[in-house]
């Protein structure tokens, strides 16, 4: 195949965008009815990552996507919440983006399985905050799905929480749990806080 064949990057790009219908399966043990996509969870993962990685002296670029390739894999293992995990291993990522970019231009290979490697080793100052960034959109969304009603979400809530390394996620989480979902909306209305 030559560096210009781009068909196995064009399948690559047909597969990602089945993550924007594969749900994130843990939430259903919260009595998540339909909970939020793996792409839409990647997506705020890379907003949350560019957020925190200059406020930890990391490059938020760097950050941001390391975080929007992190769950690229579940394309081909499904999301396997932790639940599942116990009975069967999902499949080591590394192995996984492998195979999913076997046959692309080495220009596009070489980065795409250096990312992966870079995160799963979380060696990196952005693959910290990236990681961190997984953790709090984990903990955000189980703050939405509790003011919802799923009070089982605060299991999410506490583990996420628990986990983070980075000051900034930690402080961040604490700002988050420290207010309502809607604030931000009666703040950009010059509204008060509704009691």
Known sequence: MSDRDLTRVAHFLY????????????????????????????????LIASVIAPLEGADPARAALLAVWHDTQETRTGD???LG???????????VTADQTTGMPDA?????RAWIDE??????PEAR????????EC????????ARGHAD???WIDNSRARLTTPTAQHLADALLAQDTLDWLHTAMGQRRPH
């Open 80 to 82: 396997v919440n932790h």
């Open 129 to 136: 905050c990236a990681k961190d960034a997984d953790r709090l």
């Open 85 to 95: 995990k116990r009975y069967a291993a999902p499949g080591d990522p590394r192995t």
């Open 108 to 112: 596009l290979t070489t980065p795409v």
């Open 119 to 124: 995160y799963e080793t979380g060696d990196t």
């Open 15 to 46: 597969e990602a965008g089945t993550l924007k219908n594969a749900r994130r399966t843990g939430w259903w043990m919260a009595g998540v009815r339909d909970p939020e996509s793996v792409a839409e969870h990647s997506w705020r993962t890379s």
């Open 139 to 146: 903990l955000l969304q189980g703050i939405e799905y509790r």
């Open 153 to 155: 979400a605060q299991r």
